[in-house]
């Protein structure tokens, strides 16, 4: 990565100083995801460290994910109720929440707080052991950093953040339940027949693909921004930042575009 | 003699700054050649350059018979497993211990080597830099100069032909100074290493340096032995010497 942008110092200007670093910061961006599909292929596999890095990503997540998911859950049961209630329509809430959690909640919530925890963590973890010439070490030690460092986080992110969704939407539904039961006395049994009845195997499949599609965003903008950290440890602060910045940026752009294709594929 | 690197006509800037201007650089089969120059005078882009970390403007880098700015990445790496780097803060990983961050590119670069034979290569380079007792620690429990140390037995595990230092004793006081100095000269005497050693200590320099290339302005203005080179009358090369001597 030191060797293309640093090519690229040396050119004169083509447009203002700005938009050349725009057009830069872009083809360093596509040539670091290229980079990384071409060290998913090369061997050897770093096995150990892509369970180490689900560990890291997927279990130590687990408290922030429950609290969060159980919370949602109950807030938006409560929030929902006295609309619902004003139509006689109460008994929707398990289909409701059901529905919502699923399609639209958990990935986004869980998506969001992987984006903080997840992101800012790799960030600074890479962003650190680049302005400490780690990864510089590596290279010359002859051993790839896209495969050991980038390739394993990514892979563990887009596999461990579609796992919390799910995850996240059970414990949503868990609290919602909670809530459902405290005032109308529900069972276990009716909340979730009835919640699920309203739920396809699109639903499903769709909430997962936006959570791989989400892990993927927050692995590759975390690792990206680690990878290119400069200027020492104000740099490091300044790669967590902005891994978790663009993470959010992008899932929330992303967010719009999946749920309009989403859209399309039901209506046609 | 057998030149293990060769450059020629080497540029590099970085923007407006115009750091090397046009090195010829020749480095001999078992030398230690010491390249001394002022902090900022683009020492250590050479050696990243010569190690394929940096690519040139322009201008020939042979290394054991390779331009290495025309390698790709796979060749790149073959040729780098004959190159060992010492960083200038050591670059030890600081979430393994001194045996992983060892065994990290041996089991990398030697397939199929056993625990014992992994266990037997590792304490061999830690007993060449005489820090055995220090396997199980971890980087942070360690002195700089034992980070230094074990950033050698690192290099030293894949056995490089040639081993490239970057301020070997930058930050260290004169003993534990002199200590790297001695090992940098037992590396190249047991392992008949080729060394490039980047510095601005002149007493590492006349220590460890069989010829010495001075870097002044992007080039290399003076070249020799110590004792040649600081003969000149030149006011630059002057003033280094009698900063480091006479304080």
Redesign the interface.
């Known amino acids: 990565m ?3 942008s ?2 690229a ?2 050119r004169p200007h083509l447009f203002t100083p700005d938009i050349d670093a725009f057009f830069l910061t872009v083809h360093s961006a596509v040539v670091f995801v290229l980079r990384f599909f071409r060290s998913l292929v090369q061997r ?1 596999f770093e096995v150990r460290e892509i369970l180490r890095q689900c560990y890291e990503v997927g279990c130590r997540s687990l408290p922030l994910i429950t609290l969060t998911g159980f919370v949602t859950g109950i807030v938006f049961t409560k929030q929902s109720r006295p609309s619902l209630a004003t139509f006689g329509a109460s008994s929707w809430l398990p289909s409701l929440i059901t529905i919502a959690l699923l399609r639209a909640l958990a990935p986004l919530v869980t998506a969001l707080i992987c984006a903080g925890k997840v992101g800012s963590n790799i960030g600074a973890e890479l962003g650190s ?1 680049r302005v ?3 990864i ?2 590596m ?6 950093p896209m495969r ?1 460092l980038v390739a394993t986080r990514v892979i563990a992110t887009t596999t461990m953040v579609p796992i919390l969704m799910l995850y996240c939407a059970m414990i949503g539904l868990l609290g919602s339940y909670v809530d459902v039961h405290a005032h109308e006395l529900t069972s276990l049994r009716t909340f979730f027949r009835e919640g699920f009845q309203e739920i396809s195997f699109i639903d499903a499949g769709f909430a997962v693909f936006k959570s791989i599609v989400f892990g993927f965003t927050i692995g590759i903008t975390a690792t990206y921004k680690g990878f290119t950290a400069t200027n020492g440890t104000e740099g490091v602060g300044r790669a967590a930042n902005a891994a978790v910045v663009f993470s959010m940026f992008a899932i929330f752009i992303e967010e719009v575009i999946i749920v309009q294709i989403i859209g399309w594929f039901r209506s046609w | 003699m057998e030149d293990v690197i060769t450059i020629r006509r080497l540029f590099k800037s970085f923007g407006a700054q115009k750091v090397l201007r046009g090195i010829d650089l020749d480095l001999h089969k078992t030398e230690n050649l010491v390249v001394l120059g002022r902090s900022g005078s683009g020492k250590s882009v050479l050696i990243k350059i010569i190690a394929g970390l940096l690519a040139p403007d322009s201008g020939l880098v042979e290394v054991l018979g390779q331009k290495v700015d025309e390698l790709e990445e796979g060749p790149l790496q073959v040729l780098r497993r004959r190159l060992g780097f010492l960083f200038q803060h050591s670059a030890l990983y600081d979430s393994m211990s001194v045996r992983e961050n060892l065994e990290f590119p041996l089991v990398r670069n030697v397939p199929n080597l056993t625990t014992q034979e992994i266990d037997a290569r590792v304490v061999e380079a830690l007993e060449a830099v005489g820090l055995r007792q220090a396997i199980d620690q971890m980087p942070a429990e360690l002195s700089g100069g034992m980070r230094k140390r074990i950033g050698i037995a690192r290099t030293l595990i894949l056995r490089p032909e040639i081993m490239l230092y970057d301020e070997p004793t930058a930050g260290l006081d004169p003993i534990t100074s002199t200590e790297i100095n001695n090992l940098i000269n037992q590396v190249r005497e047991q392992f008949a290493t080729s060394s490039i050693i980047i510095t601005h200590d002149l007493a590492c320099a006349r220590m460890t340096g069989n010829r010495i290339a001075m870097l002044l302005d992007g080039e290399f203005q003076h070249e020799g032995e110590f004792a040649e080179v600081f003969a000149t009358q030149d006011r630059r090369v002057r003033d280094f010497y009698d900063y480091n001597f006479t304080g």
Do not use: F
Not at chain 1, 139 to 144: D, I, W
């Open positions: 030191g060797a293309i640093d090519r110092e040396a050897p052991m400490t010439e780690q510089d070490a290279e010359v030690s002859a051993v790839n050991y």
